[in-house]
């Protein structure tokens, strides 16, 4: 008698995944992250998602240096299956510039999101990631719909919070309100 076993998915763990960087597997020419178990190709970086990345960062850098990291394109180890890769990371400020290991939800302030060809992605797979990882802040700054959405209050559920901002309005990180960045400046 012959055994029925039906193929299913391999979920890659984060130990693994970091095994398979290591090694060269997967090196920095691959744009991949890990969702869930899951490597996923990220879409091509255009002009204005760089434009607006380097601008919000450099914002960040000039603001909060003395206080809090900032740190564009890197990893986070969101537990045991997932280390995606936000375009933007505010951190709690550590003396090794998490070079000795990966931020972590604890090490958190804010994630962002930098959306023009990924947005559906970035408000559903992510969102639903960083809500039930207890990541405090989110942002998907919306590059086609001229806005920046930010989310508060995580939770299993999703978060608490969901606020956006256009136009002339600015926008201020949960653990820096009195950083006010304009909209409108950030998505010229």
Known sequence: ????????????????????????????????????????????????????????????????????????????????????????????????FYGERLPEVADILLLVEVSDSSLAFDQSTKLALYARSGVPEYWVIDVNGRRIVTYRGPSEAGYASKLEFTGEESVSPQAFPNLKLPVKEILE
């Open 1 to 96: 008698m012959n055994a029925v076993f039906p193929p299913t998915r391999l979920r890659v763990t984060t130990e693994r995944y970091q095994k398979m960087v290591a090694t060269g597997v997967l090196t920095k020419y691959d744009r991949v992250e890990l969702i869930d178990g899951e490597i996923l190709e990220l879409a091509p970086i255009g002009s204005k998602h760089s434009a607006i990345t380097a601008h919000l960062h450099e914002r960040f850098v000039l603001a909060v240096t003395s206080s809090a990291t900032v740190i564009g394109g890197g990893s986070v180890n969101l537990g045991a299956y997932s280390m995606p890769q936000p375009d933007l990371m505010l951190l709690k400020r550590r003396a090794d």
